[in-house]
């Protein structure tokens, strides 16, 4: 605003000072011409006296260089001139002047020279001879007059400029100081000049609208970002350019970024094509949803786009760890496939076996072969059935009894009762333990030192080794179960734990058993809020340790 200012009054003082030199040069220039007119005319009068008097002898002892004395005879030729021969110049009988003094007595009229830097005027009067007495004189045109004024006036006019930008400063600084002290934050309290009085009520009256409309935009952030904040789903709110307004934690941890990056372009932060076409087909269809994989986790990704008065503002994108589900899914129907087997496998067996009994085939001396099969199949049966049953009470989480138990004495009565199994297997048992008492379900802590140790018998060597080690700490109970069996690869080591699977399919038959062991395990861990971590190496044995809580309360 201040250059403003300055711009206009320094632009209002060079008009002025033009114009005052426009009108100064005019009046000069008039006064002058009027003076030379006058002092024209009085020289003609005594002249014309003269010539009247003395004739053209007047004329040739005329001493003046600073005017022109012309004598022009009644036919218009030039009788004599002061300044020229008269015999060379040509006829004036149409100059202006000449025909105005033949005609009314007297005649003037002005032209101006051959580089009109000059003026000349000139003054003509009748003779009583019937002849014309011609004066003239030359004084300065207003090129040669502007030329004359301009070196005082340039330097006149360049000290006006500086007293002007001076005084033109001082008074913009004056004007604009109030206005720069202006408190905006309280506009009613400003003393300033009573003609900002209204937009001061006016800036007042938006503050208040402005600070109440801010006041319930953060409320609303503060609730949107509480309601976020805690959301297991990833949230992004992005607009038209695909710039991120809003992101949430969970957002965060899946694109792996620790800061919001409000306003940045979010293929800089997550720079998946997959995600960017997705947003792209949400922007021009409405919706769109996929799956992409990221870390070992399986994500749902929801796209919908944001309209405004019938116009795109942007797209929000909904981020789901769907990682549990589609395992879930997964292990469902490989379950489900997993239990048809081993279901079928004994119940064809003990159907053939009962065909051949029922139809006679059988050798009488065979017949107990055939029944012990049955029995055999049978049995496996029921202990698959009610593995699934055991699995099943593990998944709904039913209430089983609690009690204050000592893990010493339990693993014990394990060892003992797996010892004909470990000498069948050629394998030695031993237990490392110290008194250990803890509160939880005995029916869960047998199946763990049960299953764990069927497990490092059948998979394990002739002449091999299976050690149970009972520890504690002051809060936790560790089982570990260490064999020196076959081992197990370390890309089946994720998934032992999972039901039906088999490390060695083809040995399945040989090593018996349902398959749902390990998993029972995990369970009944899980159930008992504990962990179990598993190493192995090929060849050399496998170790699975247990932690229970002392205190399942």
């Known amino acids: 605003?201040?250059?403003?200012?300055?711009?206009?009054?320094?632009?209002?003082?060079?008009?002025?000072?033009?114009?005052?030199?426009?009108?100064?040069?005019?009046?000069?220039?008039?006064?002058?011409?009027?003076?030379?007119?006058?002092?024209?005319?009085?020289?003609?009068?005594?002249?014309?006296?003269?010539?009247?008097?003395?004739?053209?002898?007047?004329?040739?002892?005329?001493?003046?260089?600073?005017?022109?004395?012309?004598?022009?005879?009644?036919?218009?030729?030039?009788?004599?001139?002061?300044?020229?021969?008269?015999?060379?110049?040509?006829?004036?009988?149409?100059?202006?002047?000449?025909?105005?003094?033949?005609?009314?007595?007297?005649?003037?009229?002005?032209?101006?020279?051959?580089?009109?830097?000059?003026?000349?005027?000139?003054?003509?009067?009748?003779?009583e001879d019937g002849t014309v007495l011609r004066i003239s004189t030359s004084y300065a045109a207003v090129p040669m007059l502007v030329l004359g004024l301009l070196p005082p006036f340039v330097l006149v006019f360049g000290f006006a400029l500086v007293l002007a930008a001076i005084l033109s400063k001082r008074l913009s600084n004056r004007i604009v100081a109030p206005l720069n002290d202006l408190n905006f934050d309280e506009p009613l309290e400003n003393n300033t000049y009573d003609e900002l009085s209204p937009m001061l009520v006016h800036m007042e009256q938006q503050r208040r609208q402005i600070?109440?409309?801010?006041?319930?935009?953060?409320?609303?952030?503060n609730e949107f970002a509480a309601v976020t904040k805690d959301m297991k789903e990833g949230l992004v709110l992005l607009n038209e350019q695909e710039r991120i307004l809003s992101i949430n934690a969970a957002a965060m941890s899946f694109l792996e970024i620790k800061d919001a990056h409000a306003g940045e372009d979010f293929l800089v932060i997550e720079r998946n094509r997959e995600i960017d076409q997705l947003l792209q087909k949400a922007l021009q269809n409405g919706s769109s949803e996929g799956q992409i994989s990221k870390h070992g986790s399986i994500f749902q990704l929801n796209a919908s786009r944001i309209m405004a008065d019938d116009k795109t503002s942007g797209v929000v994108l909904l981020i789901f760890d769907v990682t549990e589900k589609v395992f879930a899914e997964r292990n469902r129907r490989e379950f489900t496939a997993n239990v048809s087997h081993e279901l079928k496998t004994p119940l064809h067996a003990?159907?053939?076996?009962?065909e051949l009994l029922e139809s006679g085939l059988v050798k009488t001396e065979d017949i107990p072969?055939?029944?012990?099969?049955?029995?055999?199949?049978?049995?496996?049966?029921?202990?698959?059935?009610?593995?699934?049953?055991?699995?099943?009470?593990?998944?709904?989480?039913?209430?089983?009894?609690?009690?204050?138990?000592?893990?010493?004495?339990?693993?014990?009565?394990?060892?003992?009762?797996?010892?004909?199994?470990?000498?069948?297997?050629?394998?030695?048992?031993?237990?490392?333990?110290?008194?250990?008492?803890?509160?939880?379900?005995?029916?869960?802590?047998h199946e763990i030192i049960s299953n764990l140790c069927e497990n490092a018998i059948k998979y394990n060597h002739a002449g091999g080794k299976v050690t149970v080690a009972l520890e504690k700490t002051d809060a936790l109970?560790?089982?570990?179960?260490?064999?020196?069996?076959?081992?197990?690869?370390?890309?089946?080591?994720?998934?032992?734990?999972?039901?039906?699977?088999?490390?060695?399919?083809?040995?399945?038959?040989?090593?018996?058993?349902?398959?749902?062991?390990?998993?029972?395990?995990?369970?009944?861990?899980?159930?008992?809020?504990?962990?179990?971590?598993?190493?192995?190496?090929?060849?050399?044995?496998?170790?699975?340790?247990?932690?229970?809580?002392?205190?399942?309360?």
Not at 58 to 67: A, H, I, K, R
């Open 1 to 127: 605003m201040t250059k403003k200012i300055l711009r206009s009054m320094f632009s209002m003082a060079f008009v002025i000072l033009v114009a005052s030199f426009l009108i100064l040069l005019g009046a000069l220039y008039s006064y002058f011409t009027n003076l030379q007119a006058d002092r024209l005319r009085s020289e003609m009068n005594l002249a014309a006296y003269s010539v009247s008097e003395d004739g053209i002898s007047y004329l040739e002892n005329l001493q003046s260089t600073d005017f022109r004395l012309t004598w022009i005879g009644a036919d218009g030729s030039v009788l004599y001139d002061t300044h020229f021969n008269a015999e060379e110049m040509e006829n004036h009988s149409q100059r202006e002047e000449i025909q105005s003094a033949f005609a009314t007595g007297e005649g003037e009229s002005s032209r101006y020279s051959s580089t009109l830097t000059e003026k000349n005027l000139y003054y003509a009067k009748l003779l």
């Open 211 to 221: 600070t109440q409309q801010l006041s319930e935009l953060k409320k609303q952030q």
């Open 350 to 354: 003990i159907m053939g076996s009962a």
């Open 369 to 445: 072969r055939f029944v012990g099969q049955i029995r055999t199949e049978a049995d496996r049966l029921l202990s698959l059935i009610e593995d699934i049953i055991r699995l099943s009470q593990l998944d709904e989480k039913r209430d089983l009894p609690m009690e204050t138990l000592r893990l010493d004495e339990i693993a014990k009565k394990e060892l003992d009762a797996l010892s004909t199994s470990a000498a069948a297997h050629q394998v030695t048992l031993s237990l490392e333990a110290k008194e250990i008492t803890l509160y939880s379900s005995q029916q869960l802590l």
């Open 477 to 553: 109970a560790m089982i570990t179960v260490t064999d020196t069996g076959i081992g197990i690869p370390l890309e089946d080591q994720a998934r032992v734990f999972e039901r039906f699977y088999r490390v060695d399919k083809s040995h399945s038959k040989e090593t018996d058993g349902t398959g749902l062991g390990l998993s029972i395990v995990k369970h009944a861990v899980e159930y008992l809020g504990g962990t179990i971590h598993l190493t192995s190496t090929v060849g050399k044995g496998s170790q699975i340790r247990v932690t229970l809580p002392l205190n399942k309360k």
